[in-house]
T-cell receptor
Framework: KAGVTQTPRYLIKTRGQQVTLSCSPI?????VSWYQQTPGQGLQFLFE???????NKGNFPGRFSGRQFSNSRSEMNVSTLELGDSALYLC?????????????FGPGTRLTVL | AQKVTQAQTEISVVEKEDVTLDCVYE???????LFWYKQPPSGELVFLIR??????QNEISGRYSWNFQKSTSSFNFTITASQVVDSAVYFC????????????FGAGTRLFVKA
């Protein structure tokens, strides 16, 4: 069974631009969560989707948004990029609710904002 | 509020030494789940173990073992006879059933195993 895939793996953007990251969960998994990982703040929860519905959102500004499609694939979007958005963005999928199920992580997208 | 504390920022050991990574958590829920993940230099988090709050049995998997103690809110992870390939960052995480479907991670412990 294929694991969680994330595209692209690396991105370089400049301040003020917008970026879209993609995540394909493990086949059969219906829940997708996104995390931001930085050296200073560690792993921080962004949001979680289940059956195309956002069930919870972390403490991030409205510039961070996401969605999930009917095939469970998910995208997250960051608008008006800031230098502080440089991070590794990790996507995780699970069979059911992330509060009870194990999350399986993708390799991440490393975003650099110049 | 939920919180996970991994007080050890970095640990360095010599190969074949045993090493314990500490994890202390805070939660008001009676039903919750604890996890350990490994993040090698490649960046991808690898699932190691999941434990629910009602199961305090210790777990052993090869060279890995976990000690869950609700009385001290700790979920410690021990690697026996460490190997260079164990070098990675290890994260402890907590999910509350009432936590609104999010998982909180500790800051991680970076383990260096020297040959």
């Amino acid at each position: 069974k294929a694991g969680v895939t994330q595209t692209p793996r690396y991105l370089i953007k400049t301040r003020g631009q917008q970026v879209t990251l993609s995540c394909s969960p493990i086949s059969g998994h219906r829940s997708v969560s996104w995390y931001q990982q930085t050296p200073g703040q560690g792993l921080q929860f962004l949001f979680e989707y289940f059956s195309e519905t956002q069930r919870n959102k972390g403490n991030f500004p409205g510039r961070f948004s996401g969605r999930q499609f009917s095939n469970s694939r998910s995208e997250m979007n960051v608008s008006t990029l800031e230098l502080g958005d440089s991070a590794l963005y990790l996507c995780a999928s699970s069979l059911g609710a992330t509060s009870t199920d194990t999350q399986y992580f993708g390799p991440g997208t490393r975003l650099t904002v110049l | 509020a939920q919180k996970v504390t991994q007080a050890q920022t970095e640990i360095s050991v010599v190969e074949k030494e045993d090493v314990t990574l500490d994890c202390v958590y805070e939660t008001r829920d009676t039903t919750y789940y604890l996890f350990w993940y490994k993040q090698p230099p490649s960046g991808e988090l690898v699932f190691l173990i999941r434990r629910n709050s009602f199961d305090e049995q210790n777990e052993i998997s090869g060279r890995y073992s976990w000690n869950f103690q609700k009385s001290t809110s700790s979920f410690n992870f021990t690697i026996t006879a460490s190997q260079v390939v164990d070098s990675a960052v290890y994260f402890c995480a907590l999910s509350e059933v009432s936590g609104g479907f999010k998982t909180i991670f500790g800051a991680g412990t970076r383990l260096f195993v020297k040959a």
